[in-house]
């Protein structure tokens, strides 16, 4: 085959988005085994993996990312059904849910505004950009709502889905060191926890790690927390007068 | 078969709540709201049918994958990243730590006092 011909190809393959899925299933698959040789550290979590080893794919083949997310927004289309189907779980332990309900509150209220005034304070402390502040401050829930909260108090959203996504892989990171430290060991607490502080992120991680309830108390976390902030994050805000 | 009617309760009770969305014009994503359908039909019907199931615990097995094109887009943000990067580590890491050992340590400590250990 001539070198022409080849170069061709090259630019029918990189625009097509079968490309895009194949890659991100590949090294998906890939950071899966990495991290199963690791003996499973969550320290590099393989979301973490796969999202680095895509983005250099890209940067070296040159493929821009709106290219990339014509073939992977398949992959992301799931979400929203998998997000409905964190019901099932929940359906199945809903005796333990109803029991656990006022702790489940509360811990959430707690758990809010230590993220939300821990955020807004370290990042000023630091000294951040206002609009890099604005879109830290709703680091810790699900990225679709983060979008939506951080434009209104002023941040910018796509940053704040970045910001959202690295908070889920840091949260992996530390979760089973905090937990040991301080000798939590009931899966409900742990999954609850994953799931307030780490979104989407936890609650995989808790499904994957340590069960189907613990998955289901942190897919109600989830839930719970993106909701509550979404109301009170820009009452907060105003309360920082920023 | 079940692969196909599971599918299509999920994706209609997210139709529904992205419906509800937008209707009411709510800050929460239309999923969420389909969540909370969709558990609504569970309690009323009182059982998850088996194609549902399959479905849905197919998808959340593989719930970190989906994650990953979105993830992608941080390299959208590369050079604003860069430039505040110190207080954003910083703030991600010190902030993140925090929540966990309080949110972990309210729960367990509440949990115990309601005495709603098995």
């Known amino acids: 085959m001539k070198v022409a011909e080849l170069g061709e190809l090259w630019v029918y393959l990189s625009g097509n988005p079968l490309l895009s899925l194949l890659v991100t299933l590949l090294a998906f698959a890939l950071a899966v085994r990495i991290n199963r040789m690791l003996g499973g550290t969550p320290l590099l979590h393989a979301v973490t993996l796969s999202i680095a080893l895509i983005i250099v794919f890209l940067l070296i083949s040159g493929i821009d990312y709106a290219t990339y997310f014509e073939g992977a927004q398949f992959i992301h289309f799931l979400l929203g059904p998998a997000t409905v189907a964190l019901a099932i779980p929940l359906y199945d332990h809903r005796e333990r849910v109803r029991q656990l309900m006022a702790p489940l509150l509360l811990a959430c209220l707690a758990g809010i505004a230590t993220a939300v005034v821990s955020t807004i304070g370290l990042a000023l402390l630091f000294g951040a950009d206002h609009v890099t502040v604005m879109s830290l401050a709703p680091r810790s829930v699900t990225s679709p709502i983060a979008m939506g909260v951080a434009e209104k108090i002023g941040g910018i959203p796509s940053l704040a889905a970045g910001l959202v996504l690295i908070t889920g892989s840091i949260g992996c990171a530390l979760g089973p060191g905090i937990f040991r430290l301080l000798g939590i060991r009931d899966p409900v607490v742990q999954g609850f926890t994953m799931g307030l502080a780490a979104h989407g992120f936890g609650t995989a991680q808790s499904f994957a790690r340590l069960g189907a309830m613990a998955g289901a108390f942190s897919g109600l976390a989830m839930g719970l927390t993106g909701l509550v902030t979404a109301f009170i994050l820009p009452l907060i805000v105003g309360l920082f007068g920023l | ?118």
């Not at chain 2, 014009?25 to 969709?38: K, S, W, Y």
């Not at chain 2, 990953?68 to 990067?85: F, K, N, Y």
């Not at chain 2, 340590?105 to 949990?111: D, I």
Request: charged fraction near 10%; aromatic fraction near 6%.
């Open chain 2, 1 to 118: 078969m079940p692969l196909i009617l599971g599918m299509s309760i999920l994706l209609a009770c997210q139709f529904a709540g992205e419906l509800l969305v937008r209707a009411f014009d709510l800050p929460i994503p239309g999923p969420v709201i389909g969540m909370v359908i969709l558990l609504v039909g569970l309690l009323v019907r009182g059982k998850v049918p088996s194609s549902l199931r399959t479905t849905g615990e197919g998808l959340l097995r593989y719930l970190t994958l989906l994650f990953v094109p979105a993830g992608v887009g941080l390299m959208l943000h590369g050079r604003l990243i860069a430039d505040d990067w110190l207080a954003i580590g910083m703030t991600l890491l010190l902030s993140t730590a925090l929540t966990l050992a309080v949110t972990a340590w309210v729960m367990q400590r509440l949990a115990n006092r309601f005495g709603g250990r098995q």
